[in-house]
């Protein structure tokens, strides 16, 4: 069994926890020990990665990062960076080798800002909008599809942090995307402190208003526990954005269908921005994306198609790829 099936195989499902209109399926899986990897935020806090712009003239969908550590770094897709020129997110999951330099592909998820504000970029603690994440995935995937490039739409991007903003009335003088969870920070703290990582959970399926919207799935209940807080500010973003006063639960059921999807998806190859394979899910149902590093699924993150945020967008940038050109291969 390859890497992605022996993860999906493994799966388990803990008991669901819901408030409001936001339920979080756990993922259980087996105990392992430590991953072997920081992430980027323990990184960064420990002054042993550096992240800037590319250059003195920057470049908006990538940037550099420097590893001095004497272990890898896991780069979580959606996480977010600010400081520099304009604040970013990582539009797929790195892991980065040791003692390394690396460029990395990202967007921007600050329109109206292209001036420096600090020499280096620091962790925001949150990952983009889940919405935002299922509508990049899709982008990353035609993307990567056509030629091989990690590129988001990047208008895109900014069309639907502007609309969002509208909708959840957050004001931004740059349009910067970190309005809308500064505005909305104290809800966002109550469903933080309602949904913690349960024994031997290493990933998380989330439902908004009863459906099924997306699922990550890590190597290790330590990097759940670690990356957790970052996930369900990103579900819970759009959980506010979408209350509904007849709000239900999903069920185990649908987390099944969606886990079913994923391994029934078409299934693209590349070699990896850092260390491992991407391995890239498409099909009618979900938009996907997985990292493996030495023959192990190191974070898989998959999203119900339809669900994404200027959704249009994403169906034409994939509709221009064909059969062909989603055929398994490296790159």
């Known amino acids: 069994m390859k890497a992605l099936d022996i993860a999906l195989s493994g799966i388990r499902m803990g008991s669901p926890v819901t408030l409001e209109n936001l339920t979080m ?11 072997g990897y920081l992430t980027l935020e323990e990184a960064l806090k420990s002054g042993l990665v550096r992240v800037t712009e590319v250059s003195e003239q ?26 520099a020129k304009q604040n970013r997110i990582l539009n797929l999951t790195i892991m980065v080798a040791a003692k390394s330099e690396t460029v990395i592909p990202v967007s921007c998820v600050e329109a109206g800002r292209w001036s420096r504000q600090s020499d280096e970029f620091s962790a925001a603690g949150r990952a983009h909008f889940s919405r935002g994440r299922a509508e990049k995935t899709a982008h990353i995937n035609a993307s990567m599809g056509a030629d091989g490039t990690r590129y988001s739409n990047q208008s895109a991007v900014w069309d639907a942090i502007a609309e969002k903003s509208q909708r959840m ?11 809308m969870y500064d505005d909305n920070v104290v809800t966002l703290e109550r469903f933080i402190a ?30 759940l526990a670690k990356q957790l807080k970052k996930l369900v500010t990103s579900y819970a973003l759009d959980a506010i954005d979408e209350r509904s006063d007849k709000a239900v639960a999903g069920t185990g059921a649908d987390c099944q269908g ?24 498409d099909s009618p149902e979900i938009n996907g994306g997985s990292l493996i590093v030495d023959d192990r699924l190191v974070h898989l993150c998959a999203f119900r198609a339809g669900r994404a945020a200027g959704r249009d967008s994403a169906e034409s ?12 291969r490296l790159h």
């Open 25 to 35: 399926f756990p993922l259980l899986g087996d105990a392992v020990g430590q991953p």
């Open 169 to 179: 009335q957050a004001r931004s003088a740059t349009g910067a995307a970190a309005a």
């Open 258 to 281: 969606l886990i079913e999807a994923i391994r029934q998806a078409e299934r693209s190859h590349y070699r990896a921005v850092g260390l491992g394979e991407d391995v890239r899910l």
């Open 317 to 328: 940038g994939a509709t221009v790829l064909s059969r062909a050109s989603r055929r398994r």
């Open 194 to 223: 309602a949904f913690s990582a349960a024994e031997l959970q290493n990933g998380a399926a989330f439902a908004i208003n009863g459906q099924l919207i997306g699922m990550d799935l890590f190597d290790s209940p330590v990097t």
């Open 58 to 83: 920057g470049s908006v969908p990538n940037l550099c990062l420097v590893n001095e550590a004497e272990m890898p770094v896991l780069l979580l897709d959606g996480e977010e960076l600010v400081g």
